[in-house]
């Protein structure tokens, strides 16, 4: 950030309400600091209790083209029709999901992947 680092604690004063979803295509968005084992505020928890409704993110490292392919298999679930229909997130995510391992990729590949909120 701009004005130094930006954390998690930096999130849950703002007012999110409005956001009704958030997709967080990067490694360990859900994981705390191991520093501070105490305090499990992490990236995915502080937008929420900023007030975001409904998010994915990962829990720890996803190869680069795992999260290339949910992310787009993913949007085009979510924005069927042309429409996204926040209340579809889990839904969508869980048929992406079943999809890809269908397709025989691999459960190790995808269980890094959550969905939390409505």
Known sequence: ?????FSPLDIINMDL?????????????????????????HLKAGLQFGGVKSMIGTQWSVHDGVA??????FCKEFCAGGVMDCTRAARSFHKVIQSLRRQKIPLRELIMFI????
């Open 17 to 41: 309400s409005s956001h009704k979803f958030v997709y967080l295509s990067a490694c360990q968005t859900a994981v705390g600091d191991i520093k501070a084992p105490d305090v499990m505020i």
């Open 115 to 118: 969905h939390t909120g409505i």
């Open 68 to 73: 290339f392919l949910v992310a787009s298999e």
């Open 1 to 5: 950030m701009l004005n130094g680092p």
